[in-house]
């Protein structure tokens, strides 16, 4: 048994690290790049790469194999499986609140950002006071909020018109809804009237105790799913999936950030961004000079999907209530930092958990 738990174990190596490599070889590419022939592959690829944490599940079982056993496979397994997990994600795992990791913070301006997807799924629509008691609880200075409904945006605008005076509030029936909620005053950004602007995206200005901080609100394109129809089964299976939406909506937003010049400015780019932190355009919106709050305070994988009781799949079938991926950010140009951040629980009002984001604005 402990034999082929090692060559099983050594398999299990070989194809992540085969997966790896070719998933930052070939994701990288726009789909127009890449041959027919191979783009079933690249949909694939695309596909395993929202679910990268979840490949080393199996790895304390292959190092209990590999202890009892000292089977040399089992060794080798073990060791090229660990070192891909602490590539990926070891600085994940590193205390942040170490005596003297924290720059002094007494006396500077900070801003507590609240991004929210508040699912606006036919089936799973809510009542508003779940979603009020939420916001309540964050106590943010300021609400990004993802496919809020007409009747939620009137609830928001009255129910919040004291402490959040500031609103921008674009409802929607379907998925397209979102709002911007602010204790800060608050006036339109550059990027809501740039050519071929996000179809989700809110770009405003609000005014911290005298210092300008550009926020822009994006909601991106999720991976579009390839299905596949087999002989006697009833049911689609996915077979991959094509992120090029996505692609070209990052490549616009980073393109648009450097030319209006808000790299350099405090910005905060926040909300559903549908993607995961081992995607190319994770490493895109990173490499235009923006720090990702969870990597930078936060400890653990920082899941946000699937947060809620249960989310309706492919009809009858649901998804349990485990949490896959992390679609949820607060990124953050160089003349900020994370102080703390915080990854709500399950709850009955969503499918996602709420992220809360203390932020500091540093000098320039």
């Not at 629509?125 to 993802?146: G, K, T, Y």
Request: glycine fraction near 6%.
């Amino acid at each position: 048994m402990l034999k082929l738990l090692s060559r099983v174990a050594l398999v299990h190596a070989v194809a992540l690290g085969a997966y790896l490599l070719a998933s930052r070889l070939m994701l990288p590419l726009d789909a127009t790049q890449v041959p027919r022939l191979l783009l079933p592959a690249y949909e694939f690829l695309a596909l395993l790469n929202e679910g990268t944490p979840w490949y080393f599940v199996p790895l304390p079982l292959w190092m209990i194999a590999a202890a009892v056993s000292k089977h040399r496979s089992a060794i080798i397994a073990v060791v090229g499986l660990v070192a891909c997990f602490l590539w990926l994600y070891g600085p994940l795992f590193i205390p942040k609140s170490l005596p003297g990791s924290m720059p002094n913070s007494r006396g500077e301006t900070r801003l507590r950002v609240m991004t929210f997807n508040v699912s606006n799924l036919s089936s799973q629509v809510r009542p508003p006071a779940l979603v009020l008691d939420i916001i309540e609880e964050a106590d943010a200075d300021l609400l990004l909020l993802q496919e809020i409904s007409p009747e939620l945006s009137e609830v928001l605008a009255e129910t919040l018109s004291a402490t959040h005076r500031y609103q921008k509030l674009e409802p929607h029936a379907g998925f397209e809804g979102m709002g911007i909620l602010s204790r800060y005053p608050m006036a339109a950004g550059a990027l809501n009237s740039a050519d071929g602007r996000l179809e989700r995206m809110q770009h405003v200005v609000i005014q911290v105790q005298g210092l300008a901080v550009h926020v822009v609100h994006v909601h991106f394109d999720p991976p579009r799913p390839r299905m596949l129809r087999l002989p006697r089964v009833p049911i689609p299976i996915v077979a991959g999936v094509s992120p090029q939406a996505r692609r070209d909506e990052t490549t616009w937003l980073v393109d648009a950030l450097h030319s209006h010049g808000l790299v350099s400015e405090h910005l905060v780019v926040a909300g559903d961004l549908n993607l995961s932190d081992q995607t190319p355009e994770y490493r895109q919106l990173i490499g235009a000079g923006l720090t990702d709050s969870h990597r930078a305070v936060g400890w653990g994988f920082g899941h946000t999907w699937n947060a809620g009781p249960h989310t309706p799949y492919v009809g009858r079938f649901t998804l349990s209530p485990l949490r896959l991926i992390r679609l949820d950010y607060a990124l953050y140009s160089p003349s900020m930092a994370a102080r703390s951040i915080r990854i709500g629980g399950e709850s009955a009002a969503s499918d996602h958990a709420p992220l809360v984001a203390d932020l500091a604005l540093l000098p320039r």
